[in-house]
């Protein structure tokens, strides 16, 4: 891999999340649908990566096509260093750090794709007309499907790369990726028009609040910010990296953690703030860690992060134990040694976490479901990696059964597509049952969800390009959890999903908004 010709990283303070190294953060925002954004290019989408300089031609890989999955979103950029006092930048750069640091750093550019996304309804049958609003956006082309008119239309063109639904379903929040940096959150009404960004646009993270469509921001300098669309802005004098709002939206968790310049150490740092008075409470502080937030317990006495001793994206590629803390203060107990980072690899039955355990970046390698429970977290193992690695676990909606992905593990050192199928279990590992069964070897059924009346689950079916863990396109799929698997396919797209060592992009790009279960 020494032949890569731009450097790139896996940003370690968002869970699945990447960004280029240059990318400076700015104060923290949230969004207001009141103020107008400038119009983007049309056109502009993901796929538009930057070439390296030495390629010989704008319409293949430089790298074999092996290695393409190896870069999921990242943005191009010209990397700098420091050496003696004196600042180099550029792809010379990129190039020399290619060959003395092989795949530590250096990741290779996947191909442009020319072609436009598009989608079509195949089936809406009325029993899932019910099932609410989907969001998608492969290929970085912004889409909503609406199930209870069977039609799906274009929202945005624009690189769209991360995106969230707001919990009134009502706003779409999403990240964009331009030809040298992410920037976001931006917000369009799921009716589509204007894009708004009256916060700013280049956070560290990002979330909306558990009612209505108030979005939060923090920034690595400075503020933590809140505004509702009729309400005032609201700063806190409180940087952060990552964050995540309480299950009754009261409270908000930051992760204050910095990586430090050498000979500094890394500091890691977890707060809550009461949203209502803006008060602050430091929760746990350690030298020489660097936390992640990854969630709170359902009954919010519980923080989750990531933990490690260094920041070190690389390192954070091959998974990162897993800590809790109590919210009220404490020292952290550990859970997991080692997870991905990833916060689809998370899920809560009730009041028993399921993790995805195992280390190494791959997916598809000796990745198994374990559980634990507070106060004591004793983990014990849901089902183990032998002949399949399990991820993407989901509870369902009164917690008694789990659905899973899962398909076979490699074996050998050459990298093997993903592969699929849906399961269900119970959260104890009783009861396995296949619930899908990709058509050929050229799908994988990936990202399970539930409705929220426990009916059914959504997913996607993967299409693979040739030899590779790529996808071209897809289709979004529902199948009934109990009883015969009935499977209707709602919708077919094409354009991007894209992987990292076979975690699909998916649970970033796609969001489900569904009407409440009464």
């Known amino acids: 891999m020494g032949g890569a010709g731009w450097l790139g990283y896996r940003d370690h303070r968002r869970p699945g999340v990447q960004r280029p190294l240059e990318q400076q953060p700015v104060p923290a925002v949230r969004l207001d649908p009141r103020h107008p954004e400038p119009v983007v290019p049309r056109g502009m989408i993901a796929e538009?990566?930057?070439?390296?300089?030495?390629?010989?031609?704008?319409?293949?890989?430089?790298?074999?096509?092996?290695?393409?999955?190896?870069?999921?979103?990242r943005a191009c950029s010209w990397w700098r260093i420091a050496v003696g006092g004196l600042r180099y930048r550029g792809w010379v750069v990129a190039r020399l750090l290619g060959l003395v640091l092989g795949s530590l750093c250096v990741f290779p550019v996947a191909a442009a794709v020319a072609s436009t996304p598009s989608a079509r309804v195949d089936a809406c049958p009325s029993a899932v007309r019910g099932l609410g609003t989907v969001v998608f956006a492969p290929g970085g082309q912004l889409q909503v499907l609406r199930l209870s008119s069977c039609s799906v239309r274009d929202l945005h063109q624009g690189g769209v790369f991360e995106l969230s639904v707001s919990p009134d379903g009502l706003w779409i929040a999403f990240t964009r990726l331009g030809a040298t940096s992410l920037s976001g959150p931006y917000v369009i009404s799921i009716n589509g028009g204007k894009v708004y960004t009256p916060l700013g646009t280049n956070l560290e993270d990002w979330s909306w609040g558990t009612h209505g469509h108030v979005l939060y921001g923090?920034?690595?300098?400075?503020?933590?910010?809140?505004?509702?669309?009729?309400?005032?802005?609201?700063?806190?004098?409180?940087?952060?990296?990552?964050?995540?709002?309480?299950p009754t939206g009261n409270l908000l968790a930051v992760s204050n953690s910095k990586c430090g310049i050498f000979?500094?150490?890394?500091?890691?740092?977890?707060?809550?703030?009461?949203?209502?008075?803006?008060?602050?409470k430091l929760v746990l502080h350690r030298n020489s860690a660097f936390f992640v937030f990854a969630n709170w317990s359902p009954d919010q006495k519980w923080l989750l992060f990531w933990h490690e001793q260094?920041?070190?994206?690389?390192?954070?590629?091959?998974?990162?134990?897993?800590?809790?803390?109590?919210?009220?203060?404490?020292?952290?107990?550990?859970?997991?040694?080692?997870?991905?980072?990833?916060?689809?690899?998370?899920?809560?039955?009730?009041?028993?976490?399921?993790?995805?355990?195992?280390?190494?970046?791959?997916?598809?390698?000796?990745?198994?479901?374990?559980?634990?429970?507070?106060?004591?977290?004793?983990?014990?193992?849901?089902?183990?990696?032998?002949?399949?690695?399990?991820?993407?676990?989901?509870?369902?909606?009164?917690?008694s059964v789990l659905a899973a992905a899962a398909g076979p593990n490699q074996t050998g050192r050459t990298p093997t597509p993903p592969r699929r199928s849906i399961w269900l279990l119970a959260p104890n590992g009783s009861g396995l049952r296949r619930l899908t069964n990709p058509p050929s070897n050229a799908f994988t059924d990936e990202s399970p969800q539930w409705s929220t009346n426990g009916q059914w689950i959504m997913f996607l079916r993967a299409k693979l390009t040739a030899n590779s863990s790529a996808v071209s396109g897809g289709t979004i799929e529902l199948v009934k959890a109990k009883g015969a698997a009935e499977l209707i396919s709602i919708l077919t797209f094409t354009g991007s999903v894209y992987d990292f060592y076979d975690h699909l992009s998916w649970p970033n790009i796609s969001g489900w908004h569904q009407p409440p279960h009464e």
Not at 224 to 242: D, F, V
Not at 371 to 388: D, F, G, I, N
């Open 218 to 246: 923090v920034s690595s300098e400075g503020t933590l910010i809140a505004q509702a669309p009729s309400g005032k802005r609201r700063t806190i004098p409180l940087p952060g990296s990552s964050l995540g709002v309480s």
């Open 263 to 280: 000979p500094s150490p890394a500091t890691g740092e977890l707060d809550t703030i009461t949203l209502s008075s803006g008060a602050r």
């Open 310 to 399: 260094i920041c070190s994206a690389s390192l954070q590629d091959d998974g990162m134990p897993l800590q809790a803390v109590a919210a009220s203060g404490g020292p952290p107990v550990p859970i997991v040694p080692v997870t991905l980072v990833y916060k689809d690899y998370l899920t809560w039955c009730t009041n028993r976490l399921i993790a995805v355990e195992g280390s190494g970046r791959q997916s598809n390698l000796d990745k198994s479901l374990v559980a634990a429970s507070p106060p004591t977290w004793h983990v014990v193992t849901v089902v183990q990696s032998r002949k399949r690695s399990w991820v993407s676990p989901a509870c369902s909606p009164n917690g």
């Open 48 to 73: 538009q990566f930057c070439w390296q300089p030495w390629c010989t031609a704008r319409t293949v890989p430089c790298v074999p096509s092996r290695w393409s999955r190896e870069v999921i979103l």
